[in-house]
């Protein structure tokens, strides 16, 4: 005579989740362990064995399981011990909230229970790795194509909703020790070797707004270094080509002069072409103009990146390092007896700065009146 089994009957004594990993693989699978007790229907213990079925819904009521396992176990005067999980169980369930709903002998019991973390199941802790394979077809909370061992979703999309992921690292000092250190580091590995599967290290979208913001808190240095080529598909607002160089000549360098060239030398440790210039004299041939004072950084043979030349406030002396513009608006200071107005092209002349008719053989286009310090902003068209 079968045993009827009503959801009153049955007491589970702990749902605790355990992780452990599978030998020979990289991914880490959820198993639960269920203990409870079974009754009759006249409240007596059950003793023998029975047919359970686990399974894992993503609603409370309704829907389609997303997990199904069933086994035999023995029930010993109504207790029993029992696991499901493992290596079957796609730990991407549990990324929403998921209910457990168990069946004795085919008989469904009710309500569903709500999963719920052990508490240091609720945080990661330092040194925690996400290992998986996860196709680009992934799809997460109705995003396609994203493919990632990890998503990080911040559904607040208030005025006041916050980011997605704060990495926040304690390194206030530089050193042979600290060269790869960063909030947040991407590493992208191209088995063959030749950087021919198209894979990048980070990639920025946005579907509304910009894709990438960044800012260095130290005005000194820039907001962002990139140690090889740039390849850009859309325009560059408010940009500047500019070369770290150095001041041969034996009068300092302010911000807004105008310099000639003086040839190049190589810092041997940066591996960086140094270009060398001086204040322009009338008659040379104008190579740019001096935006700031610079100073070298020290060298870290161990560093990620060695950026290595920043800027400070003051003139740059005789053998100091300057940043020199040379295509872009820049703040230049031209001669006082230069009555170029809004719109004209200047150019070198034999008396210093002179007005061109056109565009042809000048350095620039005046695009502003003089301030008070004397600048006027330059569009450079070298």
């Known amino acids: ?19 452990f990993l599978l030998a020979g693989c990289g991914w880490i699978y959820p198993t639960f362990s269920h203990q ?45 011990d029992s696991s499901f999980g493992a290596a079957n169980v796609d730990p991407k369930i549990f990324a929403e909230q998921t209910w457990l709903e168990i069946a004795i002998n085919g008989e469904t019991l009710s309500p569903r ?32 194509d994203l493919g990632s061992s ?58 509304d707004f910009r894709g990438l913001y960044a800012k260095g808190d130290n005005t000194r240095a820039g907001a962002a270094f990139f140690d090889g080529s740039i390849y850009v598909t859309g325009n560059c607002t408010g940009c500047a080509l500019a070369m770290t160089g150095r001041n041969a000549g034996a009068e300092a360098l302010a911000a807004g002069d105008l310099v000639a060239a003086a040839g190049v030398e190589m810092d041997e440790e940066y591996g960086l072409p140094i270009m060398l210039v001086r204040k322009a004299v009338p008659g040379e041939k104008i190579v740019g103009v001096v935006s700031t004072a610079m100073e070298r950084g020290d060298y870290y043979p161990d560093a990620l990146a060695q950026v290595g030349y920043e800027s400070r406030p003051g ?29 004209d092209f200047v150019t070198s002349a034999e008396t210093g700065v002179a007005v061109a008719p056109d565009a042809a053989g000048s350095f620039g286009q005046v695009m502003s009146e003089p301030d008070e310090a004397g600048l006027t902003w330059l569009l450079l068209n070298r």
């Open 113 to 144: 229970q709500l999963l719920r973390a052990a508490p240091y199941a609720a945080s990661l802790v330092s040194g925690a790795a996400i290992v998986g394979s996860e196709p680009i077809t992934y799809t997460y909370s109705g995003k396609k």
């Open 1 to 19: 005579m079968p045993t009827r089994i009503t959801r009153h009957l049955i007491v589970l004594a702990s749902i605790l989740l355990l992780l």
């Open 315 to 343: 003139p740059a002396n005789s053998g100091d390092f300057v940043a020199i513009a040379m295509e872009g608006l820049v703040q230049a200071r031209l001669p006082g007896d230069v009555s170029a107005k809004l719109g």
């Open 36 to 80: 409870g007790r079974l009754l009759t229907a006249a409240g007596r213990p059950v003793t023998g064995d029975r047919t359970i079925t686990y399974r894992l819904f993503h609603e409370s009521t309704g829907g389609s399981a997303v997990y199904t396992q069933q086994k035999t176990i023995h029930v010993n005067n109504g207790y029993f």
């Open 150 to 207: 990890l998503i990080v979703l911040n559904n607040d999309s208030s005025v006041k909703g916050g980011s997605g992921v704060t990495a926040i690292i304690n390194s206030s000092t530089m050193g042979d020790d600290k060269g790869n250190v960063a909030a947040i580091k991407g590493v992208t590995i191209n088995k063959d070797g030749k950087g021919s599967t198209g894979t990048y290290a980070g990639i920025f979208r946005s579907a």
